[in-house]
């Protein structure tokens, strides 16, 4: 037998990781189960009460809120990834995720995030037609081209997402499996790989560098032809609504960019700030994206508010 056979029997492969968690919070775990616990629940709420609004209401019917529902469904989805295994772990004190697990976290925290990523630039588009070509709106942003647009961004996220879970668990992993980190995440993940990770640190660095830059230097250019056109416009009532959808997106947009960029172009970004920066985005932003385009926004107002008549009414 040679030493290389004798190494490669040695190696038991992981078959189940341990979730080392939030740092520092011995404790603290029934208030933060608390906390999150209510989070999630006003996310899963906020955004089914979104969805149904539209969907009842036939004056919403239209390209902006098409794209918003679909925004709806990333944030359910998104929340969902981790908050539910971050629970019973401050509850039971149940730190263990299996190797399937791990990999569908690092899929559909991919796939979901790349989603919005490129959901925010597609609305970015819709609002930049509808302020600088109004005319033309319903002409351009037709439901084929929305349809289009919108199978286009799951599509593409979840080619996306399958490269980067390919990557991550063709490596070998046969020693330590504590993932220091709340959730599996490609960065914690193949720290524990024994073997080379310079190929797939490379490449997701490109993947999740190049694609939310080159969105969000296409949303910039969509901001800047949108604020030239509402400073042109002549009438007050105009330029407020028209500032009035764009702020609501421009909101979502910076609440989405903002951790990302702080996660992703700071590595060595001390863990600390990691971890808030990180539970924000994926605790907090989903929840605040519905009261967000909801508060501002008049239609939906009276689309909601028409949803719960009818409801109580019915009962």
Known sequence: MTSSHVEMENRTVVSEFILLGIPNTKGHETILFISFLVFYLCTLLGNLFILSAILADSHLHTPMYFFLCNLSVVDLGFSSISTPKLLVSLWAKSKTISLGGCMSQVFFYHFLGSTECLLC?????????????????????????????????????????????????????????????????????????????????????????????????????????????????????????????????????????????????????????????????????????????????KEVKAALRKLIVGQMTAH
């Open 121 to 297: 630039t597609v609305m970015a588009y819709d609002r930049y037609v509808a302020i600088c070509h109004p005319l033309r709106y319903l002409i351009i942003m037709n439901w084929r081209v929305c349809a289009i647009l919108a199978a286009g961004t799951w599509i593409t996220s979840s080619f996306h997402a399958t490269i980067l879970t390919s990557l991550t668990f063709t490596l070998p992993y046969c020693g330590p499996n504590e993932v220091d980190y709340f959730f599996c995440d490609i960065f914690p993940v193949i720290k524990l790989a024994c073997a080379d990770t310079s190929v797939i640190e490379t490449i997701t660095f490109t993947n999740t560098g190049v694609v939310p830059m080159t969105c969000f230097l296409l949303i910039l250019l969509s901001y800047i032809c949108i604020v030239y056109s509402i400073l042109k416009m002549t009438s007050a009532e105009g330029r407020r609504k028209a500032a009035s959808t764009s702020i609501s997106h421009l909101t979502v947009v910076t609440l989405f960019f903002g951790p990302c960029a702080l996660v992703y172009t700071q590595p060595q970004l001390s863990k600390v700030l990691v971890t808030p920066v990180q539970l924000f985005g994926y605790v907090a932003t989903p929840m605040l994206n519905p009261v967000i385009y909801t508060l501002r926004n």
